[in-house]
C-alpha cells in the first residue's frame, strides 16, 4: 500500500503510548492522519465511531486503543472485554463495509509464558490474566471474521516517547533512591515504539495481513532492561534483581513472552534493531538523561 496522501484514522493516536508514535511515523510517509483519543471517539459507542468514521472516509483503519491495566483488568473483566474482545470486531467491521485495511495491536500476553524458545505467530496462545484473555478473544473474533485485510500485529514490554512507561518510571525512581530492586525472572522482549511504528509502515507498503510480531531485536529481564536504562544515564543507583515474588501483583504475567520476529523479516527483508540500541536513543535523545 502506498500510503501518500492515504486517509488514516488512528484510534488511540492522539493518547496512547504506541498511538502517538504510530501517528508520527504515519504522518511523515505523506498519509493524511487523523489521530483520536477517547474523548474524540468512545470505540465503546458504535454509534459514534461509525458518525466518525463516515465523516473522516478512512482508506486505513489502525486500533491502537487497549484496556492495558494488567492488574485492575483482574477486577474489571466486563471493561477490558468490552474494550479488547469486542470493539476491536466493530472496527473491523467498519474496514470490511468500506473494503479498507484493518490494522489491530496484540500483546506476548496472549501466550502462556512456558516456552524456553521465541514465540512464533504459529504458535498457540495461551493467556492466563484477565488481559492476555480478552486481548487472546480480541484477536479470535477478528480471524472469525474471515476479512483478508486484516494486519494483528502483537507487540510487547512497549517503551518510548508520549505517556509514562517502564523506562521512565525507573529513571524517575533511580533519581530518587540509592537502590532499586526489579525483578529479573520473567523474560521478554523490549519494543520501542516508535520502532513499532516505523516498522508497521512496512509492514503496510509490504500489504502484509494475518498476524506478526514486531517488537526490537534481543530479549532481556525487567531487571536488564532497567539495569540497562539507568547505566545510559550519571544517575547513581545500584539496580537489584529480584524475583517476581518480592512484587506480588493481582494478574500473574508469562514467565518468558519473548516474540519471534521472523515473520516480519521475511515479508520485509529488514530485523529490527537491538532493543539496547533502541534505548539508548530514547534515554539520551528523547529523555535527554
Ligand atoms: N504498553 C505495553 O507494554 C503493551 C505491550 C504489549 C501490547 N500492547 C498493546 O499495544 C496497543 C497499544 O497500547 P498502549 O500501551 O500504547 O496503550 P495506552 O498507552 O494505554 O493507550 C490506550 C489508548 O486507548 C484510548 N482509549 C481508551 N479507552 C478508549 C475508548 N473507550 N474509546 C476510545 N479510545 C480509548 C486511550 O485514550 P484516552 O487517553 O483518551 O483514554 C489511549 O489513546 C494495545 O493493543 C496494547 O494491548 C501494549
Known amino acids: 500500500m502506498d500510503l501518500q496522501g492515504k486517509r488514516v484514522v488512528i484510534f488511540g ?14 504522518t511523515s510517509t505523506g498519509a493524511k492522519v487523523y489521530p483520536l483519543s477517547s474523548k474524540d471517539c468512545d470505540l465503546l459507542e458504535p454509534v459514534e465511531v461509525e458518525k466518525l468514521l463516515n465523516r473522516r472516509d478512512p482508506d486505513l483503519i489502525i486500533n491502537a486503543v487497549a484496556y492495558t491495566a494488567v492488574d485492575l483488568a483482574e477486577d474489571e473483566e466486563e471493561a477490558a472485554f468490552a474494550l479488547n474482545a469486542t470493539a476491536p470486531q466493530l472496527l473491523a467491521a467498519e474496514a470490511i463495509r468500506r473494503g479498507i485495511p484493518f490494522v489491530h495491536y496484540s500483546t506476548d500476553f496472549v501466550f502462556k509464558g512456558d516456552s524456553e524458545t521465541p514465540y512464533t505467530v504459529y504458535d498457540e496462545t495461551g493467556a492466563f490474566s484477565v ?13 472469525a471474521l474471515g476479512y483478508e485485510k486484516t494486519l494483528i500485529i502483537r507487540i510487547s514490554w512497549l517503551f518510548g516517547p508520549g505517556k509514562i512507561n517502564f523506562v521512565e518510571k525507573i529513571l524517575s525512581l533511580a533519581e530518587e533512591r540509592d537502590t532499586l ?27 502484509a495481513t494475518g498476524i506478526y510480531h514486531l517488537a526490537n531485536s534481543g530479549d532481556t529481564t525487567w531487571y536488564g532492561l532497567a539495569s540497562a536504562a539507568v547505566a545510559l544515564t ?20 508469562p514467565r518468558y513472552s519473548v516474540l519471534d520476529l521472523g515473520r516480519f523479516t521475511q515479508a520485509t527483508g529488514e530485523t529490527p534493531r537491538h532493543w539496547k540500541e533502541a534505548l539508548e536513543e530514547y534515554v539520551k535523545k528523547e529523555l535527554k538523561k
Open 234 to 253: 550519571n544517575i547513581d543507583c545500584d539496580v537489584q534483581p529480584v524475583p517476581s515474588s518480592a512484587y506480588p501483583t493481582k494478574a500473574t504475567r
Open 13 to 26: 493516536g492522539k493518547t496512547g503510548l504506541l498511538g502517538q508514535s504510530l501517528t508520527k511515523a504515519l
Open 181 to 207: 530492586s526489579v525483578v529479573d525472572d520473567q523474560t521478554g522482549s523490549p519494543s520501542y515504539a516508535p520502532d513499532v511504528a516505523t516498522n508497521t509502515v512496512k509492514l503496510l507498503e509490504h500489504d
Open 131 to 143: 488481559y492476555g484473555i480478552s486481548k487472546a478473544e480480541g484477536e479470535r473474533n477478528l480471524l
